[in-house]
């Protein structure tokens, strides 16, 4: 399925690809919330308690977000932050080494064909660099793409900000402009990114955690099925 909310057409010039990880290329069933329990306990916040549940709740609405970001706001002070962030990387870490991750179905095929006709894609992140090594060492990703990126590599802001995108073109210099940049993501944090940077395609997908209506509200272009159908969309066939 592709439903198209732009007049962006496929015959357009895409040059540079920037797809999110957890949700758009990777399928992680859940461990977010499964992490965050674990920082949750860590940090003194049992599950069942109506502290737990508002939280889980800001979770579930930020998805997408910078993780630590997250943590600022759930705990306020910044050491607190830190501490309930690194209970989380470690927790995730773990469960990924745990063989609980796989790739989308056609994540992988259309990575390669995107790359085989001439576009540089990057893979962005919420996570942070040790997490998101950890992701793609249990996929066997570590050389699938020019480059990765994590807030770390982008001063520090995650989405919403456009920095990830926007560092994304700085490093690889791809492209000359932000119009021939195409944005994939599963939330409404990732079409703010790729609508602030510029991008001319902000595609939604519908293998994560929003759905096509808080997608579409966030600025999408496209709402796709997957991450599969994106290569035809550029017109890459």
């Not at 909310?5 to 859940?30: E, F, K, N």
């Not at 737990?52 to 002070?77: P, Y």
């Not at 994540?107 to 950890?134: M, N, Y």
């Not at 790729?194 to 600025?219: E, F, K």
Request: proline share 3%.
């Amino acid at each position: 399925m592709v439903s198209e909310l732009s007049q962006y057409t496929p015959g357009h010039d895409i040059r540079l690809v920037v797809l999110d990880m957890a949700g758009t290329t990777v399928a992680d069933g859940g461990l977010v919330e499964q992490a965050f329990d674990a920082a949750a306990r860590h940090m003194g916040v049992e599950p069942g308690s109506a502290e737990h549940a508002e939280q889980l709740a800001h979770v579930r609405a930020t998805m997408g977000e910078s993780k630590i970001s997250v943590f600022r706001h759930l705990f306020g002070d910044e050491a607190a932050a830190r501490r309930a962030n690194t209970a989380f990387e470690t927790a995730y870490g773990e469960l990924v080494d745990g063989g609980r991750i796989a790739p989308v179905p056609g994540a992988r095929e259309a990575i390669e064909a995107l790359r085989a006709a001439g576009r540089t894609v990057v893979l962005s992140t919420g996570f942070a660099r040790v997490t998101q090594d950890a992701i793609l060492a249990a996929l066997g990703w570590q050389d699938l793409v020019e480059l990765t990126l994590c807030p770390a590599d982008a001063g520090g802001r995650g989405r919403p900000y456009p920095d990830l995108v926007l560092t994304a073109l700085l490093r690889t210099r791809a492209t000359d402009s932000v119009q021939r940049i195409a944005v994939a993501g599963d939330t409404s944090y990732d079409m703010l990114s790729g609508r602030r940077a510029g991008a001319s395609v902000v595609a939604g997908v519908l293998t994560g955690a929003h759905g096509a209506d808080r997608l579409t509200a966030a600025g999408a272009t496209h709402v796709l099925g997957s991450v599969a159908e994106l290569p035809a969309l550029l017109g890459v066939v």
